[in-house]
Nanobody
Framework: QVQLVESGGGLVQTGGSLRLSCAASGSIFRFNIMGWYRQAPGKQRELVAAITTGGSTNYADSVKGRFTASRDNARNMLYLQMNSLKPEDTAVYYC???????WGQGTGQGTQVTVSS
């Protein structure tokens, strides 16, 4: 059964922080590289961060040094710590495998992050 449900978004001021969470089903989480994606209005979805089962990470240049992805393999949870937020980080954030493989039932609607200037 597919479960990918994001939470933790909100409205913050420039320079603020948020921590996003993603609850995933074990069948997806256990063996896959996981990714955090975002999509801003009028823009294509982009990969923000990816994390392997062993915890190795890669980040988009635009978030390097500000965002940190982590995972709790025992709890099937994925996290994204976002610091020094900028207005251009405003988007709906999603979790999925990397590459993206799951759509529809069981996947979340994303979580909205809005950064005010």
């Amino acid at each position: 059964q597919v479960q990918l449900v994001e939470s933790g978004g909100g409205l913050v001021q420039t320079g603020g922080s948020l921590r996003l969470s993603c609850a995933a089903s074990g069948s997806i989480f256990r063996f896959n590289i996981m990714g955090w994606y975002r999509q801003a209005p009028g823009k294509q979805r982009e990969l923000v961060a990816a994390i392997t089962t062993g915890g190795s990470t890669n980040y988009a240049d635009s978030v390097k040094g500000r965002f940190t992805a982590s995972r709790d393999n025992a709890r099937n949870m994925l996290y994204l710590q976002m610091n020094s937020l900028k207005p251009e980080d405003t988007a709906v954030y999603y979790c999925n495998t990397e590459p993206w493989r799951y759509w529809g039932q069981g996947t979340g609607q994303g979580t909205q992050v809005t950064v005010s200037s």
